[in-house]
């Protein structure tokens, strides 16, 4: 197995692209993807601030790393969830990145990290507010962090917030928005969203780069990041669809993208006008009584946004550690 | 050699030399869900790992 572009011995196979590479063109092939990508869809303009959501996993220290060899400014944003060790562990990873690969350019980088704590800053934590509030863990974590994702990028004055979502994340996403027909998740799911009614501008670089690709980054640029799964991730729909799309993939290869990338060209379209000519259309936007946030407020019409009435539930219940939790859910 | 497994971590032992590719079919793993690991590099599935080989193999799935 020899690099396709200089023919020394390959550390890596691609087989959507039937492609293999040293570890040095590796590097730059997923550098070029996610440069491509950014043109592309108009995600970011010479000159913007970036700011990156990093979790300490794979995808979101390689999308930094990459933005950052791009030459773009961009400052990271971590989230501690309270997910016990897990969390503690993965913001180890994040500071440990920032200590070895940022902190070294000295001069050169002014990027920053700016930690915000769920427990400490809003007493309550991603286990606890699924039990307060009875949502899926996920789910209360999802929320809590594009709330806070959100806020962060208005209050920093970002140009854009970008994540590291994935081609197989953005896959799935999609397998399961087909499988359920949901139009109007589908009407949205576009690599980036433009700035509106508040909320920032967003992309996800990564769409071009499988999950083991951006694996293979870390391992070959030597960013150790979080290895074990989230403990509430166990038998989520969205890692059952994994699954069913990888050995899609494995059986023919090249399945995924052109899945994810055939809906963007020839049928995202549609679904955003047929969304458009709903009747109702989406409601207008009040600003949350609490924090200001845009929010199309509660059931009664009260102007509270989501995050507040989930942070407020949470807040108010005792603390359940992550092994109660995944004993209650049992 | 020994194969370390990770999510959740268990260590193997195997005869070698035995080529990536057999040795991941062995595992009944497909190639695409994992990495494997050697040194701090990659090892492609066309290399053979000699028996003193000691190597990770870290899946790539998450579900996040
Ligand atoms: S798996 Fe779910 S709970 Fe865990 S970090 Fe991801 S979204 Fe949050
Ligand atoms: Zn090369
Ligand atoms: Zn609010």
């Not at chain 1, 030459?71 to 200590?99: A, E, K, M, P």
């Not at chain 1, 509030?133 to 208005?154: E, I, M, Q, V, Y």
């Not at chain 1, 049928?267 to 009584?289: H, I, R, V």
Request: glycine share 8%; hydrophobic share 40%; proline share 5%.
């Amino acid at each position: 197995m020899k690099c396709r572009v200089c023919r020394a011995p390959g550390v890596i196979d691609i087989r959507r692209h039937n492609a293999n590479f040293c570890a040095d063109h590796f590097l730059r092939y997923c550098r070029e993807q996610v440069a491509r990508t950014i043109k592309e869809f108009d995600m970011a303009a010479p000159g913007d601030r970036l700011l990156v959501a990093v979790s300490g996993g794979k995808d979101s220290l390689a999308l930094w790393d990459i933005l950052l060899e791009l030459g773009y400014d961009v400052d990271g944003l971590y989230v501690g969830l309270g997910i016990g060790d897990y969390s503690d562990v993965s913001g180890t990873y994040v500071q440990n990145f920032v200590s070895t690969f940022l902190e070294p350019r000295g001069e050169r980088s002014t990027t920053t990290l700016t930690h915000i704590d769920l427990r400490s800053e809003y007493d309550y934590d991603v286990p606890t507010a699924a039990d307060a509030t009875g949502r899926a863990p996920c789910s209360a974590c999802g929320l809590s962090k594009r709330h806070l994702f959100d806020k962060a990028a208005r209050e920093g004055d970002y140009d854009v917030l970008v994540t590291g979502h994935n081609l197989d994340d953005e896959a799935a996403v999609l397998y399961g928005n087909v499988m359920k027909w949901q139009i109007d998740y589908l009407a949205r799911q576009r690599p980036v969203l433009a700035a509106e009614n508040g909320f920032p501008k967003k992309a996800k670089p990564l769409v071009r780069l499988s999950e083991r690709e951006t694996a293979a980054y870390c391992v070959l640029r030597g960013i150790d990041y979080q290895v074990e799964e989230c403990p509430m991730a166990a038998g989520n729909r969205h890692l059952e669809y994994k699954h069913a799309l990888a050995a899609a993939e494995e059986a023919s290869p090249g399945m995924k993208q052109a899945f994810y990338f055939g809906y963007l060209r020839d049928a995202a379209e549609l679904f955003e006008q047929s969304n458009d000519g709903a009747p109702d259309g989406a409601p207008a936007l009040l600003a949350c009584e609490s924090c200001g946030s845009p929010t199309s407020g509660d059931t009664n019409g009260q102007p509270r946004c989501a995050f507040c009435r989930l942070s407020q539930r949470a807040a108010a219940a005792e603390p359940v550690p992550v092994e109660l939790l995944q004993t209650r859910r049992r | 050699m020994l194969v370390k497994l990770r999510n959740p971590s268990k260590d193997l032992i195997f005869d070698g030399p035995m080529s990536v590719v057999k040795l991941l079919k062995k595992l009944d793993l497909q190639r695409e869900s994992v990495l494997v690991i050697r040194d701090g590099t990659l090892v492609p599935g066309d290399a053979v790992l000699p028996d003193d080989a000691e190597v990770e193999i870290r899946p790539v799935i998450s579900g996040g």
